[in-house]
């Protein structure tokens, strides 16, 4: 039995979900250098990266925001919910992502908001990427659209 998605009107301010974990791997950060063509040498030469002050290779800032991306279509807020489209994302990468790393992430609605054509509506989540030491590395908001039962 498939589960009713919600409508922006059943979404609660302060709703919070936390994903599954994810390893982050050397092919990781190699299938992304592939994929973006960002081979700066912090990510993928280890005797340039013992020269900087992280001492070894860090993954893409980038990657592990496109790995909570991905993550969070693996909760509530994306599976049960008539979703539309991300409009945005505004993210800050406090601490570095290491190879090795296993990551999830928790996500909190902190606001929401109908579209002026009152037919949609905008959900803020705010969002941390979170290692196994339990530090955040990564932070910020996403601004997801909606669909709502009816229109305001």
Known sequence: MTEERRYFEDIQIGEEFLTPSRTITESDVMSYAGLTGDFEELHVSEEFAQTTPFGTRVAHGLLGLVILDGLKTRTPIVTGVKTMASLGWTWDFPKPLHFGDTVHARLVVTNKRRTSKGNRGI??????????????????????MVHCRSAA
């Not at 959900?123 to 997801?144: C, P, S, T, Y």
Request: zero cysteines; charged letters at 25%.
């Open 123 to 144: 959900l803020f989540i705010q969002g941390e990427l979170i290692n196994q030491a339990g530090e955040v590395i990564q932070k910020g908001e996403n601004r997801m």
